[in-house]
């Protein structure tokens, strides 16, 4: 009864496409004015190691690519990343420069301070991040997968706000790279690159 009162005298073919009208407008209305922002992180092929003269480590760099699946445009504020040796003892560092590749591929120089980035909609923006130590520095390197877990905060300007995108790999710490970490008197600062085994992106 209440079918027939709201179609009214309207033929099966008319019902059909008023339905189909009806499900598009609110698709697009969703899509329009209620769908968030969905940035996904993917980080590339490595985890650069940054030991300072002392041989200690206070910043790892990173190249990702961030991925805006929404027709909405998000706007990266902050981004954090956590280290996670096979201890469970945890680093954490924050964003602070943007880097990019001198000619050959092997040296980097500062590109540009941090500022928000914004991702258009359906599209795709390539990083060369700088992340710094936000604690003590990272003296001694333990053997095996390390958890790297980087979140950020997408159109959300206040870091007391929860973080909405997130994204987790890991990387090998070998016997070689430990070696390398712990080489004394060096003159300049020393870029060691840890593989990344395997990641995955999660939003929430």
């Not at 309207?10 to 769908?35: C, D, H, M, N, R």
Request: net charge positive; proline share 5%; with cysteine.
């Amino acid at each position: 009864m209440c079918f027939a009162q709201f179609f009214g005298n309207l033929s099966p073919f008319q019902i059909i496409v008023s339905a189909v009208a009806l499900l598009t407008g609110s698709y697009t209305f969703y899509k329009s004015f209620l769908e968030r922002s969905k940035i996904y992180l993917y980080p590339g092929d490595a985890v650069r190691i940054v030991v300072s003269p002392d041989g200690s480590v206070s910043n790892i760099h990173l190249m990702c690519n961030l991925v805006n699946k929404s027709t909405k445009v998000g706007t990266v504020h902050r981004l954090e990343a956590r280290v996670t040796n096979p201890q469970n003892s945890t680093h954490e560092f924050t964003w602070n420069l943007f880097y990019k590749y001198l000619p050959g591929g092997e040296e980097v120089q500062k590109e540009t301070d941090i500022y928000p980035v914004a991702v258009p909609q359906k599209d795709s923006k390539l990083l060369f991040v700088g992340f710094q130590g936000e604690a003590e520095k990272i003296k001694e390197w333990q053997e095996g997968k390390h958890e790297v877990k980087v979140i950020g905060w997408v159109n959300r300007q206040d870091r007391l706000k929860s973080s909405n995108l997130k994204s987790i790999f890991h990387i090998s710490i070998t016997k070689e790279i430990i070696e390398k970490l712990s080489k004394p008197n060096l003159t300049r600062p020393m870029y060691i690159t840890a593989p990344i085994l395997e990641w995955k992106r999660q939003h929430r």
